[in-house]
C-alpha cells in the first residue's frame, strides 16, 4: 500500500524538533522510565533467581522431565478401558460443590452485603455494623478456598461438604463486598422519591436500592459461577471433595493423559457454563424490551400511558 | 388505582405484561431451586449434616483462639499467656511470608508481560493470522484450567522441592488468565486509531503501538494488579505440595495439630492480603482515573 503522507526527512525531523521541544523532551522522560522500570524488574528476577533459583545442571534434568510429562500428555494409552464413571461422577460432584457453595453464599452474601453498604448503614449508630462487615468479608476473602478446604476438612470430615463449606465461606467474602461495592454505586433518586411518598426502610432498600444494583449482583453471582468451577479443582487437593482427587492420584502414579482427558473435560465443562450465563445475562442484563403500550383507539389525548421506560429490565 | 380502572385498555396490557413477566420468573426461580436442590443431594450439604457438623467448627475455631494472659502479655518466650509464646514460630513465618510475597510479584511481573504480548496476537483485531490467534487462545484456555496445584505438583516432580516449581506454576496459570482477559479488552478497543494510522502508512507493529496499546493500557495495568492480590492468595496455598511459601507451615499446624499456630498464620496471610489490597486497589484507582 502507498502512503499518501510522505515520511518526513532527517533535516525535517530537525526541524519539527526544534519547534515542538516539549513533546521531544515528554518521549525522552518516557523511554528513561520505561528504562528504568525494565532495570528494577531485571534486579528484581536477579536477586530472586539468586535466592530462589535452581542450579542449572538440576533445571536441565528438570526440564528433560517436562518435556517427557508433555509428551505422556498427548499419548492416551488403554483409553477405552479408563473408568469413565469414576471421572465423570468426580466432574459432576465438582460441579454440584460448586453451584452449593456458590448460591448458599449468594443467598447469605446478599443480606450481609446491605448490613455493608456504606449508603445503607449510613446513621451513626449503624456506621460501625457496617464496618465490622466490611471487615469481615476481608477475613473471609482473604483466606484461600484451598485453605478454608483444609480446615473445613479437619472439622467437618473428608468429603464434598467440606467443599462445599470453603467455596462458601470465601464467596461469602467475595460476593458480600462486591455486592455492597453495588448497593453503594446507585443513583439516590429513587430512593428520596420513595422516602418522599412515605415507604418504610425495607421498601426503600428493596425498590429503591436492589432495583438497580441486581444487575451487578447477576453478573457477578454468575461469573463467580464460572471461576469457581475452575478453582474447586484444587480442592480435591486437600481431601474436600471432586475431581481434585483424580489429579492428584494420577498425577503420583504419572497418569499424565488422564491428567490432559480431566483438564479437557473440564474445559468443555467451563465452556458449558459461560453459555448458559451468557444466555442469562443477555436476557437478564441486557432486557427484553417490553412493548409500548399502544391504545387501538386513541380517544383520550391526554398524558401518554406508556410502559415504563426506564424499568426495561425491572427485576422480579 | 382510579386512573388505571378509567382506561380499560391500559389496564388489559398491564395485566399481560404482568403475566409474562411472572410466569417467567416462576419458570426461572423454579429452575434455580431444583438445580440447587439436586447439587446440595449430591455434595451432601443436608441442614441435618450441617447441623451436627457446626459445633465441631465452633469447636475448632475456639480452639485455634491463643492462650493470652494480660499478666503476663508482654513476658518473654518461655512464659506461657505471654504474645511471645504465641508467635514463638514468627522466625520461621516471617521470612515464609517474604518468600510468597516475592513468589506473587515474580509471577504477575513476567507473565502480564507475556499475557501482553500473547493477547495483541490472540485479539480478532489485531495483525495475527486466524491460525495463531485460534491457537493461542485454545492454549491459555488449557493453561488457566489446568488448576495451579496440578501445575505445581508438575513441576514439584520435575524441579524438586522449592520456590521456582511454585513460581513456574503460577506464571503459567496466570499466563492463561490474564491472556484471555487482556485480549477481551482489547478487543472491546475503538478500530478508528488503527485504521488512521493503516492510512498513514503505519506498519501493523506501529499501528498497534500507536492505535490500540494507549487505549488499553490503563485497563491492562489494572487488571494486572488485580492478578496480584489473587497471585499472593494462591501462592499461599502452594506450599501445599511443597512449592514454597508459608502454606507447608499452614499445612502442617493444621495437620499436627498447633491450634495456636494455625491461628497466627492465618491472621498473618490475612494482614498481607489485605495491606496488598487496599495498596492495589489504590493504584488502579490512579492509573484509571489519572487526576493530574
Known sequence: ?316 | MKTLSSHPEFERYYRRMRRIQQRESTIWSLAILGLYLGSTHFSEFHLTTLWHALPHLFDYLFKTLPVLHLADLFADVHTKGSLAYWGYRLHIQLPLIWETLNLAFAATIISAMLAILLAFLAANNGPAPRPLRQAIRTVSAFLRTMPELAWAVMFVMAFGVGAIPGFLALALHTIGSLTKLFYEAIESASPRPVSGLLACGAGPVQAVRFGLWPQVKPTLLSYSFMRLEINFRQSTILGLVGAGGIGQELMTNIQLSRYDQVSITLILIILVVSLLDSLSSRIRRRVLEPTS
Not at chain 1, 525522552?28 to 525494565?38: A, K, N
Not at chain 1, 460448586?98 to 452485603?113: E, R
Open chain 1, 1 to 316: 500500500m502507498t502512503s499518501l503522507i510522505k515520511a518526513p526527512t532527517p533535516a525535517e525531523v530537525a526541524r519539527i524538533e526544534r519547534q515542538n521541544p516539549e513533546l521531544f523532551r515528554a518521549q525522552g522522560r518516557y523511554l528513561r522510565r520505561l528504562g528504568l522500570s525494565g532495570l528494577a524488574v531485571v534486579v528484581f528476577y536477579g536477586l530472586f533467581l539468586l535466592q530462589y533459583g535452581i542450579s542449572p545442571q538440576q533445571a536441565l534434568i528438570g526440564l528433560g522431565k517436562l518435556g517427557h510429562y508433555f509428551l505422556h500428555m498427548f499419548i492416551w494409552r488403554d483409553f477405552w478401558h479408563w473408568p469413565f464413571d469414576y471421572y465423570l461422577t468426580q466432574i459432576f460432584i465438582t460441579v454440584a460443590i460448586v453451584f452449593t457453595g456458590t448460591l448458599t453464599a449468594t443467598l447469605i452474601a446478599l443480606p450481609c452485603s446491605f448490613l455493608a453498604a456504606r449508603n445503607v448503614m449510613s446513621s451513626v449508630w449503624l456506621r460501625p455494623i457496617g464496618f465490622l462487615m466490611r471487615r469481615l468479608f476481608d477475613i473471609l476473602r482473604g483466606v484461600d478456598m484451598a485453605i478454608w478446604g483444609l480446615i473445613f476438612v479437619s472439622a467437618v470430615g473428608l468429603g464434598p461438604l467440606a467443599g462445599a463449606l470453603a467455596i462458601l465461606v470465601q464467596d461469602t467474602g467475595l460476593l458480600g463486598k462486591l455486592y455492597a461495592e453495588g448497593h453503594e454505586a446507585v443513583a439516590k433518586e429513587p430512593t428520596r422519591g420513595l422516602n418522599a411518598v412515605g415507604a418504610n426502610s425495607l421498601q426503600k432498600y428493596r425498590l429503591g436500592v436492589f432495583t438497580q444494583s441486581f444487575p451487578t449482583f447477576l453478573s457477578l453471582s454468575l461469573y463467580q459461577l464460572e471461576s469457581n468451577t475452575r478453582s474447586a479443582a484444587v480442592l480435591g487437593f486437600v481431601g474436600a471433595g471432586g475431581v481434585g482427587l483424580i489429579y492428584a492420584e494420577n498425577m503420583r502414579l504419572w497418569h499424565w493423559d488422564v491428567v490432559m482427558f480431566i483438564t479437557l473435560c473440564l474445559v468443555v465443562i467451563v465452556m458449558l457454563i459461560d453459555a448458559l450465563s451468557a444466555q442469562l445475562r443477555k436476557r437478564y442484563i441486557l432486557g427484553k424490551e417490553i412493548p409500548d403500550f399502544e391504545p387501538a383507539t386513541p380517544r383520550h389525548p391526554g398524558p401518554p400511558y406508556s410502559a415504563s421506560t426506564q424499568g426495561s429490565t425491572r427485576p422480579r
